[in-house]
Each structure stands twice: as C-alpha cells, then as structure tokens.
C-alpha cells in the first residue's frame, strides 16, 4: 500500500517559520505533480501548493509570497517551506499527488499561536 509520511509540524509563534517534509514512494514520486493541502478545525481540507515533476510551482493566493514548495526526487522528499506564519495557517498538513491521489498519510499538526 501507498504510504504517504509528512514531518516537520509544530507549534510557532505568529512571524515564525516552520519546514514540513513528505516521504513517498518512489515509484509514484518521481512521476507525479504533488501538492501540500491543510484541514483546519472545522473546515474542509484545502489545497495550499503544488509543485510539478519540472519544478513548476502554484500556491493559494493566501499563502503566496510566505510559503515556497521544493521537491527533492532523488529523495523522494517534498517540502514545504512556511515563513511569516499567522494564525490562520493553523492546521493539519497533508500531501499527495494531484491527480489519482492516493490514500492520505496521517498529517502533520502546526499550530500557531502566542
């Protein structure tokens, strides 16, 4: 089965800065566009970023200019890169493919707070 692990969440102070990370399988990895999404109390999950096989990046407008996605494909890694952060971008981050997602990995909590 498809496991999907994401890292890297935790508590910040509003203006800090946080870097989450997203373990896949290779053999879905390399050959997808994948994105970061979030699900914040009450709320339905949402798309934050993607990053193409090529390196293109897109982001909701909420987050541009304070979030950057990378992907590492020799290791199989993605991640995202969280400045400037507000209260707001409270949530559980997830990652998966773009297109024929596969079952959702457990998240990753960031809570930001004073």
């Known amino acids: 089965q498809v496991q999907l692990v994401e890292s890297g969440g935790g508590l910040v102070q509003p203006g800090g800065s946080l870097r989450l990370s997203c373990a896949a399988p290779?053999?879905?990895?390399?050959?997808?566009?994948m994105g970061w999404y979030r699900q914040a109390p009450g709320k339905q999950r949402e798309w934050v970023a993607t990053?193409?096989?090529?390196?293109?990046?897109m982001y909701v407008d909420s987050v541009k200019g304070r979030f950057t996605i990378s992907r590492d494909n020799a290791k199989n890694t993605m991640y995202l890169q969280m400045n400037s952060l507000k209260p707001e971008d409270t949530a559980v981050y997830y990652c998966?493919?773009?297109?024929?997602?596969?079952?959702w990995g457990q998240g990753t909590q960031v809570t930001v707070s004073s």
């Open positions: 998966n493919r773009v297109v024929s997602r596969v079952p």
């Open positions: 290779g053999i879905i990895f390399s050959i997808s566009a």
């Open positions: 990053i193409t096989t090529g390196g293109g990046t």
